[in-house]
């Protein structure tokens, strides 16, 4: 069974820095591109971020280009997401999602990052 | 990098079917068949129930189904059911390895 475990969210300051990761378990995790789409709260969702298998190749949502950063670890399993220079609009549910043509085909639960002073 | 419009809200009652509409641009929806649907009940994580304009994955009932015309995709929920009551958003392919999601409509069964 898939399994997507995101961790590391919380409450942090305009300003401020926070990495958030992904533990994926149940498939072979080298072998698959992966994103992080997030939902501020009420909102709708929003793509952030995609990493393709080998980590050479990063996309993001031009409102966090420069701030934030998507990597993985293939060995470990794991993918990343450090989020620099945080603001009140970067507050949402993020969530690590598999890619596989084109589509989204699983999901983790969730994490929620809150900014606010 | 514009969201993909899609009705606030559509209903319908038990039995009915509902269509809601995903419009985007020649750069997104009409350029690629890379079209997928999601659901999403309150509180938890999105489900996909459609993949490349019209497929739907194992598990998914056959009630739902998708569609694309021009830069327009289409999510048609037939036989409409108390536990289809949620928000379904669209997401499309949109070139250079980027996404973009639909604004998301909410779906209620009267």
């Known amino acids: 069974e898939v399994q997507l475990v995101e961790s590391g969210g919380g409450l942090v300051q305009p300003g401020g820095s926070l990495r958030l990761s992904c533990a994926a378990s149940?498939?072979?995790?080298?072998?698959?591109?992966m994103s992080w789409v997030r939902q501020a709260p009420g909102k709708g969702l929003e793509w952030v971020a995609n990493i393709k298998q080998d980590g050479s190749e990063q996309y993001y949502v031009d409102s966090v280009k420069g701030r934030f950063n998507i990597s993985r670890h293939n060995a470990k399993n794991s993918l990343y997401l450090q989020m620099n220079s945080l603001r009140a609009e970067d507050t949402a549910v993020y969530y690590c999602?598999?890619?596989?043509?084109?589509?989204?085909?699983?999901w983790g639960q969730g994490i929620l990052v809150t900014v606010s002073s | 990098q514009s969201a993909l419009t899609q009705p606030a809200s559509v209903s319908g009652s038990p039995g009915q079917s509902i269509t809601i509409s995903c419009t985007g641009t020649?750069?997104?929806?009409?350029?690629?068949?890379?079209v997928s649907w999601y659901q999403q009940h309150p509180g938890k994580a999105p489900k996909l129930m459609i993949y490349d304009v019209g497929n739907r994955p194992s598990g998914v009932p056959d009630r739902f189904s998708g569609s694309k015309s021009a830069n327009t995709a289409s999510l048609t929920i037939s036989g409409l059911q108390a536990e289809d009551e949620a928000d379904y958003y669209c997401s499309s392919y949109a070139s250079s390895s980027t996404y973009v999601f639909g604004t998301g409509t909410r779906v209620t069964v009267l």
């Open positions: 020649s750069s997104d929806v009409g350029g690629y068949n890379y």
């Open positions: 999602a598999r890619v596989h043509g084109g589509k989204f085909d699983s």
């Open positions: 149940g498939f072979t995790f080298s072998i698959y591109w």
